[in-house]
């Protein structure tokens, strides 16, 4: 019996119990003749929930306890001691063993593992049947306990209420675990970072080359690890090039739209511009690197720029730009029109005219909301990877030239973590590194575009 | 937006400029004391008059002759859509004195206040037809300027709206709009002149960087006077400026209403009985979206000649 089953089997009880808790409510508001504290359903959703909650967390815990308990009574088996005592050889034949065990796998490379598979899967069914009995004898009981409470003064509305809010918190919760949980795995493998390469030059290295050698004649082999030429070329291509491109558009068409525009045509261009949200990153990418980066290269060389490249900033930021324009423009259009109505009556009515009222009344009123607007904007593109990985470059240049090429963090990531990688490199954890990096900026970022944007929030609340 | 059927009313007298008349001499602070009891034995209608300055009856000239009237509306309709707010409301607003419209929710009296300097341009689907003059111009018609009807006939709202600026900005925004002020110290002269008229510059004079929105509820409601007078206009209309305001701060707009009287014609929408009774000349009664009767406002409230009337100002509806 798996797990799997008992998980079925709980559903089971559960229903059952939906059942009896409402078909006994009834039986007690006709034999009481009295009205009961809480209606018939939620007396059976009081009895499923009491069912199926506590059993579910019981598997839900029993399942990584079960593995543990598989292995040792695997290991403490005759077949178990005779393995070798190397730890790494003792996992991938216990990892072989498990593949054959579970029919994933004909035969094992290692003789041990075949011999080991019998084993396993007589300890995994033993475990998970008498993990699964536990768990459906728990629902039993708790489905018992719950069907024999009730009685016409029984408050199972609330109990019910009570679940829900609970199922509501723990929801929650995980996105607020997951977010922590990466946190974690980013940082520790980034302390493995820091132990290999020293956290200043990391932060202030003006050299980025992270080819380490393999061997100690290795030559071109510097290992250079200074973040300073990626976070300038995510910045000049996030928050620079892009912007440039992005709030001027964003903004502008905000202002005809909610200022302007004709009902009709508004009903028309918006759903349009919101079109280029949907686009995926991946379009954008060969839009960039096949189309806009080959035409910002003979423009460059047109204009006397010898050192245009194929693969440059502009390209890459002004795409980027482009797809975040939905964007500027959606929290634009969402932070003027939260203005007032009579702050712009009060503006017409002293004989401005509709862009005086925007200059001078609307835009100042709605600054604080734009600006929070933009700084996400910032945090969404200089996250952003696809674009970069397509048409930025490779070479980690220290340079403000618009034509030339610069590579951004993501894009370093992307090149880092690509192939095989042995996980004890400095080279494969420096990818981790950047990762923090990155996620602790955007998150600032964050952070002081939500507070910017709830504080301008209250103001006309 | 354009007035698609403008009536055929040739203007009836010639262009004269309008002529002063000094109202110093009646700038006397309305007792409210008055209002809080109204007679209630008397089943005629309550409201009391009787301290309303005194305006000697042979300066007011009659209503429908005597001298030019600052604004007319002849025969004025607005539709918001297919529905009708206003029906064929014609009215003569005169210099110097105040012009209260009242009557109860929804009878148009805003929607016409708001036809006087066309800020019902602002919404898409209302449309408007008749004329209304200013000096015998007609600014229904789509050669007008709004923005110089506008700087001529300013507006004070029913909830203070100063702009997200500092006291002086707000102030200032009219005449740098308008380019009334040269350079710097005229505008600071503007400015400063505005506010006293406003009875704020005591208040304020040491704090005119603070931002407006700081201010208390009245003194927002009066920066929102000393701006629109600092365009100096020739028109206010007042869309019940104290409708948001407690009773003290009230006291002061109606106060500082009956001091600018002698300077500006003055349109104030109330839902206020006792509030038109006190600071108005003129009484206009809309109902329904018609004007039902229009008249000198001690006769409204002492001698009502339509029915309707009565009936809303002894508060039988509204």
């Given at each position: 019996?798996?797990?799997?089953?008992?998980f079925?089997?709980?559903?089971?009880?559960?229903?059952?119990?939906?059942?009896?808790?409402?078909?006994?409510?009834?039986?007690?508001?006709?034999?009481?003749g009295?009205?009961?504290?809480?209606?018939?359903?939620?007396?059976?959703a009081?009895?499923?929930?009491?069912?199926?909650?506590?059993?579910?967390?019981?598997?839900?815990?029993?399942?990584?306890?079960?593995?543990?308990?598989?292995?040792?009574?695997?290991?403490?088996?005759?077949?178990?001691?005779?393995?070798?005592?190397?730890?790494?050889?003792?996992?991938?034949?216990?990892?072989?063993?498990?593949?054959?065990?579970?029919?994933?796998?004909?035969?094992?490379?290692?003789?041990?593992?075949?011999?080991?598979?019998?084993?396993?899967?007589?300890?995994?069914?033993?475990?998970?049947?008498?993990g699964?009995?536990?768990?459906?004898?728990?629902?039993?009981?708790?489905?018992?306990?719950?069907?024999?409470r009730?009685?016409?003064?029984?408050?199972?509305?609330?109990?019910?209420?009570?679940?829900?809010?609970?199922?509501?918190?723990?929801?929650?919760?995980?996105?607020?675990?997951?977010?922590?949980?990466?946190?974690?795995?980013?940082?520790?493998?980034?302390?493995?970072?820091?132990?290999?390469?020293?956290?200043?030059?990391?932060?202030?290295?003006?050299?980025?080359?992270?080819?380490?050698?393999?061997?100690?004649?290795?030559?071109?082999?510097?290992?250079?690890?200074?973040s300073?030429?990626?976070?300038?070329?995510t910045?000049?291509?996030?928050?620079?090039?892009?912007?440039?491109?992005?709030?001027?558009?964003?903004?502008?068409?905000?202002?005809?739209?909610?200022?302007?525009?004709?009902?009709?045509?508004?009903?028309?261009?918006?759903?349009?511009?919101?079109?280029?949200?949907?686009?995926?990153?991946?379009?954008?990418g060969?839009?960039?690197?096949?189309?806009?980066?080959?035409?910002?290269?003979d423009?460059?060389?047109?204009?006397?720029?010898?050192?245009?490249?194929?693969?440059?900033?502009?390209?890459?930021?002004?795409?980027?730009?482009?797809?975040?324009?939905?964007?500027?423009?959606?929290?634009?259009?969402?932070?003027?029109?939260?203005?007032?109505q009579?702050?712009?009556?009060?503006?017409?009515?002293?004989?401005?005219?509709?862009?005086?009222?925007?200059?001078?009344?609307?835009?100042?009123?709605?600054?604080?909301?734009?600006?929070?607007?933009?700084?996400?904007?910032?945090?969404?593109?200089?996250?952003?990877?696809?674009?970069?990985?397509?048409?930025?470059?490779?070479?980690?240049n220290?340079?403000?030239?618009?034509?030339?090429?610069?590579?951004?963090?993501t894009t370093?990531?992307v090149?880092?973590?690509?192939?095989?990688?042995?996980?004890?490199?400095?080279?494969?954890?420096?990818?981790?590194?950047?990762?923090?990096?990155?996620?602790?900026?955007?998150?600032?970022?964050?952070?002081?575009?939500?507070?910017?944007?709830?504080?301008?929030?209250?103001?006309?609340? | 937006?354009?007035?698609?059927?403008?009536?055929?009313?040739?203007?009836?007298t010639?262009?004269?400029?309008?002529?002063?008349?000094?109202a110093?001499?009646?700038?006397?602070?309305?007792?409210?004391a008055?209002?809080?009891?109204?007679?209630?034995?008397?089943?005629?209608?309550?409201?009391?008059?009787?301290?309303?300055?005194?305006?000697e009856?042979?300066?007011?000239?009659?209503?429908?002759?005597?001298?030019?009237?600052?604004?007319?509306?002849?025969?004025?309709?607005?539709?918001y859509?297919?529905?009708?707010?206003?029906?064929?409301?014609?009215?003569?607003?005169?210099?110097?004195?105040?012009?209260?419209?009242?009557?109860?929710?929804?009878?148009?009296?805003?929607?016409?206040?708001?036809?006087?300097?066309?800020?019902?341009?602002?919404?898409?689907?209302?449309?408007?037809?008749?004329?209304i003059?200013?000096?015998?111009?007609?600014?229904?018609?789509?050669?007008?300027?709004?923005?110089?009807?506008?700087?001529?006939?300013?507006?004070v709202?029913?909830?203070?709206?100063?702009?997200?600026?500092?006291?002086?900005?707000?102030?200032?925004?009219?005449?740098?709009?308008?380019?009334?002020?040269t350079?710097?110290?005229?505008?600071?002269?503007?400015?400063?002149?505005?506010?006293?008229?406003?009875?704020?510059?005591?208040?304020?004079?040491?704090?005119?960087?603070?931002?407006?929105?700081?201010?208390?509820?009245?003194?927002?409601?009066?920066?929102?006077?000393?701006?629109?007078?600092?365009?100096?206009?020739?028109?206010?209309?007042?869309?019940?400026?104290?409708?948001a305001?407690?009773?003290?701060?009230?006291?002061?707009?109606?106060?500082?209403?009956?001091?600018?009287?002698?300077?500006?014609?003055?349109?104030?929408?109330?839902?206020?009985?006792?509030?038109?009774?006190?600071?108005?000349?003129?009484?206009?009664?809309?109902?329904?979206?018609?004007?039902?009767?229009?008249?000198?406002?001690?006769?409204?409230?002492?001698?009502?000649?339509?029915?309707?009337?009565?009936?809303?100002?002894?508060?039988?509806?509204?």
């Amino acid at each position: 019996m798996s797990l799997g089953l008992a998980f079925v089997a709980i559903l089971a009880v559960a229903l059952a119990a939906a059942w009896l808790g409402y078909a006994r409510a009834r039986r007690l508001r006709a034999s009481s003749g009295s009205r009961l504290h809480s209606l018939p359903v939620y007396h059976g959703a009081h009895a499923a929930l009491w069912a199926a909650i506590p059993a579910l967390l019981l598997i839900a815990a029993w399942a990584p306890m079960q593995s543990r308990l598989v292995d040792q009574t695997v290991l403490s088996s005759p077949e178990g001691k005779a393995l070798p005592a190397f730890e790494m050889q003792r996992e991938s034949i216990l990892s072989e063993a498990r593949e054959i065990a579970h029919g994933d796998r004909e035969a094992g490379f290692n003789p041990e593992s075949t011999t080991l598979a019998p084993r396993i899967r007589a300890a995994e069914q033993r475990y998970a049947l008498f993990g699964g009995l536990i768990a459906i004898a728990v629902a039993l009981a708790t489905a018992a306990f719950a069907v024999r409470r009730s009685n016409p003064q029984f408050r199972a509305r609330t109990g019910v209420e009570r679940w829900v809010m609970g199922l509501l918190f723990a929801a929650s919760l995980i996105a607020i675990l997951t977010t922590l949980g990466i946190l974690l795995s980013l940082m520790f493998e980034s302390l493995r970072f820091f132990r290999l390469y020293p956290v200043q030059s990391f932060l202030f290295g003006l050299e980025w080359s992270p080819q380490t050698a393999l061997r100690a004649d290795q030559a071109g082999s510097s290992g250079a690890f200074g973040s300073v030429p990626l976070m300038w070329g995510t910045f000049f291509i996030g928050a620079i090039i892009a912007m440039v491109v992005a709030v001027p558009l964003g903004l502008m068409s905000a202002i005809y739209l909610t200022q302007y525009a004709h009902a009709r045509v508004r009903a028309w261009l918006k759903p349009i511009l919101e079109i280029l949200a949907g686009i995926p990153t991946v379009v954008y990418g060969y839009f960039a690197a096949l189309t806009v980066a080959p035409a910002v290269r003979d423009f460059g060389l047109a204009i006397g720029v010898s050192s245009a490249s194929s693969e440059s900033a502009l390209a890459a930021g002004s795409v980027m730009g482009v797809m975040i324009i939905p964007f500027v423009s959606s929290m634009s259009d969402d932070s003027i029109a939260a203005v007032p109505q009579a702050m712009r009556d009060g503006s017409l009515a002293m004989g401005a005219t509709k862009s005086e009222t925007i200059r001078k009344v609307l835009l100042p009123a709605a600054l604080p909301g734009v600006m929070g607007g933009i700084l996400l904007a910032v945090s969404r593109a200089i996250g952003e990877t696809m674009i970069v990985v397509m048409a930025a470059g490779l070479a980690a240049n220290l340079t403000a030239n618009p034509f030339a090429s610069v590579t951004t963090v993501t894009t370093q990531i992307v090149q880092l973590l690509t192939g095989d990688q042995e996980f004890d490199s400095a080279k494969t954890l420096a990818a981790f590194a950047l990762g923090l990096a990155l996620f602790l900026i955007t998150l600032l970022l964050n952070l002081i575009a939500l507070h910017i944007v709830r504080k301008y929030q209250e103001q006309y609340e | 937006m354009d007035m698609k059927e403008k009536m055929p009313i040739t203007p009836t007298t010639p262009v004269t400029p309008s002529a002063a008349i000094p109202a110093a001499a009646h700038r006397e602070a309305p007792s409210f004391a008055d209002d809080a009891e109204p007679d209630m034995t008397d089943s005629a209608p309550r409201i009391d008059v009787s301290h309303q300055p005194n305006i000697e009856e042979a300066s007011v000239p009659d209503l429908d002759t005597g001298r030019d009237p600052k604004m007319r509306a002849d025969e004025v309709s607005v539709f918001y859509g297919e529905k009708q707010a206003l029906k064929d409301v014609s009215i003569k607003i005169y210099d110097d004195l105040v012009t209260a419209f009242i009557g109860p929710s929804g009878c148009g009296k805003s929607t016409f206040l708001r036809c006087l300097n066309r800020m019902n341009d602002t919404i898409p689907t209302a449309r408007v037809t008749g004329r209304i003059a200013l000096d015998d111009e007609d600014i229904t018609s789509s050669s007008m300027d709004v923005v110089q009807l506008r700087a001529r006939v300013g507006m004070v709202f029913q909830k203070p709206n100063p702009f997200p600026k500092s006291i002086f900005e707000n102030v200032a925004y009219g005449p740098r709009i308008h380019g009334l002020a040269t350079n710097k110290v005229e505008l600071q002269e503007i400015v400063e002149k505005s506010l006293r008229r406003a009875g704020l510059w005591e208040e304020v004079k040491d704090r005119l960087q603070e931002s407006g929105t700081a201010l208390s509820g009245g003194q927002q409601q009066r920066l929102c006077i000393a701006r629109a007078i600092a365009v100096d206009p020739e028109v206010i209309l007042m869309d019940e400026p104290c409708s948001a305001l407690d009773p003290i701060a009230t006291a002061k707009i109606e106060e500082l209403i009956h001091e600018l009287r002698g300077r500006y014609a003055i349109a104030i929408v109330t839902h206020n009985m006792q509030q038109a009774a006190r600071v108005s000349q003129r009484t206009a009664f809309f109902h329904l979206g018609e004007l039902v009767e229009y008249g000198k406002t001690s006769e409204i409230f002492t001698n009502p000649r339509m029915q309707r009337t009565t009936d809303y100002i002894t508060g039988r509806y509204g």
